[in-house]
């Protein structure tokens, strides 16, 4: 049986441009930097009209032609992706938008976007005949991988930073994960991880291999369809190791060589970081091609705790390319954004949501953000795992920061 769907054709090199073929598993390229996955859109085109998608469930599976995953497979699947786009239409008339929606990623399955992309990633893993996968991870990540991997009947390693939020390491352990904690950062139990790896383990670590992005880019579709086939003028994106703002770019590739969504109409990509931990933004404003990492990271938003990203010189071209910009935001800024977002939606946001609506304020109280733009903010997890945050924002007293206070 086939690993891969017909139309998956090769991967590619981000950075170089050298191609593998896409039969067979392959993490980085030999040049160290991440592969993208490649399909014949031509003939997707002809043999998937947009009008096909009526009547398809809404989950990531709902494009299944534009992603890589052999048709023969049935894929393993929690009922991932589908999350809703939630208007804020008296915010935007606050903050002078003529619409505000908030992409909320807290209700995947996991509980965070991480489920799309170690959705594909385990699914692969599988079809390339994987018995076991490892990842580090900040929180998220470990979660669902051991989620998926619980469900595939594969063995999962996680690796994670000692001062992991409790409730992340209690949720990989409790779905059957074998899980090592590491004095330091995500890089240092990245690299614990290599030290220990046993053959047969399959690394699925951020865009060291190529099929997480492919999860995280069903984000980009989703936008497109919710929003009539018309993308938003600007997209805050909270960004760690950056897969999820990397694979929406490639999704608006992918739509208009597919003709559903206009030519040349693409949002300006916001990389939201923290000003304890800020390699993007640094990189951003200095005109860099590259981070170079950052040292002494802090913040109780975890996924955004990322001294350094293998995926950082594709981040940094897709904000070029799209007009878009980076920025850092500072703590207290964060844990106000996370309490605002929460009683906004109803929902408890994670602090990356946090993170992302307090740029929005930001960017809209220096105008790069102008009036009558169409605006998309990113929730990408729940607050319940983030006790430790929200018990710090609640004790700090900290108002929601009405958005009526920006402009």
Known sequence: MSAVQPHFTHLECT??????????????????????????????RRAVPREALAGRTHTLWRWREMLPLSFERDPVTLGEGGTPLAALPDFAARLGLSALHVKDESLEPTGSFKARGLCLAVNLAQAFGARAACLPSAGNAGGALAAYAARAGMAAHVFVPADCPRAFVLEAEALGAHVTLVPGYITDAGRRMREVMEPGWFDLSTLKEPFRAEGKKTMGYELAEQGGWTLPDVILYPTGGGTGLVGMWKAFDELE??????????????????EGCAPIPRAFASGAAEATPWT????????????????DRWML??????????????????????????????????????????GLLELVRRGWIARGERVVVFNTGSGHKYVEAIEAALAAGLPAAPADRVR
């Open 15 to 44: 950075a170089c441009a050298r191609t593998y073929p896409s039969g067979a598993w392959r993490g980085l390229c030999d040049c160290g930097r991440p592969l993208a996955a490649r399909y014949d859109l031509a003939a997707i």
């Open 257 to 274: 060589s597919l003709g559903w969504i206009p030519p040349g109409r693409r949002p300006r990509m916001v990389s939201v970081q923290m």
């Open 296 to 311: 002494d990271a802090r913040t109780l938003a975890a996924g955004l705790r990322v001294p350094a990203a293998v995926g």
């Open 317 to 358: 071209e897709v904000l070029r390319q799209s007009g878009g910009t980076a920025l850092a935001v500072p703590e207290e800024a964060m844990l106000r954004g996370t309490l605002a977002l929460s009683r906004a939606l109803g929902i408890l946001a994670a602090p990356e949501g946090g993170a992302a609506w307090a």
